[in-house]
């Protein structure tokens, strides 16, 4: 059973289109958080969530956005894409702060063209 | 700014052997740092951790070494195995526990 999925693993689109990706985690874990890996390779935390409170990486342009229809579950939405948004993003989770409690999916590609 | 840096893109060890994977960091309020392992076409997993009040941390073929005064951290596998080829990321935890982490380093086990 896998732990923490992401859909798609891959995806391509055209610069100024809408995309979503999904997020589930089978852990019952209460928070989740999405990350983005530049060019670079650095991982940067974009948002973490859980059912009382969202932190929002302030660096993070409000054209991203998270969705959470239930606990199990934090989809990522980006409105009009721009080339930049090219990346690979993880979603994670974890039941409380404890060092090395976050569990990782296992990334989803997008290449905006 | 990057705050943890991996100044090692790749690093190439001989099986058996000991890989040392090194990370600096910059900020000082970090209260805890991890290391995590990531194989291709997977998200990172936990590989070990060390909080700020400790200068080492050993689990089995890994031990970690934290040197505040130089703000330096490494992570030592001995003896390495052909499965550990991955790269591995450093992360530091700040206040609000959010990870900070370096680019990775690729370590490739040659057999």
């Known amino acids: 059973d896998t732990a923490v999925s992401q859909t798609p693993k891959y995806l391509v689109t055209q610069m100024g289109n809408d995309k979503s990706i999904k997020c589930e985690q089978n852990?019952?874990?209460?928070?989740m958080y999405w990350y983005k890996q530049d060019s670079k390779k650095f991982l940067k935390i974009m948002f973490s969530?859980?059912?009382?409170?969202?932190?929002i990486n302030e660096t993070v342009p409000n054209r991203f956005s998270p969705k959470s229809p239930d606990k199990a579950h934090l989809n990522l939405h980006i409105n009009s894409l721009e080339l930049g948004d090219s990346a690979v993003y993880f979603c994670?989770?974890?039941?409380?702060?404890?060092?090395?409690?976050?569990?990782f999916g296992p990334g989803t590609r997008l290449t905006v063209l | 700014d990057q705050q943890v840096k991996q100044n090692s893109p790749s690093l190439s060890v001989q099986e058996g052997r000991i890989s040392i994977l090194n990370c600096d960091y910059t900020?000082?309020?970090?209260?805890?740092f991890l290391w995590y392992k990531k194989y291709p076409a997977e998200g990172p997993t936990f590989l070990i951790s060390?909080?700020?009040i400790k200068d080492k941390n050993e689990d089995g073929r890994f031990t970690v070494f934290l040197n505040k005064s130089a703000k330096h951290l490494s992570l030592h596998i001995v003896p390495s195995q052909p499965g550990d080829s991955a790269v591995y990321f450093c992360?530091?935890?700040?206040?609000?526990?959010?990870?900070?982490w370096g680019a990775g380093t690729k370590l490739i086990i040659k057999p």
């Open positions: 852990l019952g874990h209460d928070t």
């Open positions: 992360a530091a935890a700040d206040s609000n526990y959010q990870l900070i």
């Open positions: 969530y859980n059912n009382k409170e969202l932190i």
């Open positions: 900020n000082s309020m970090f209260d805890y």
């Open positions: 060390i909080s700020s």
């Open positions: 994670a989770s974890s039941q409380d702060w404890r060092p090395g409690g976050q569990y």
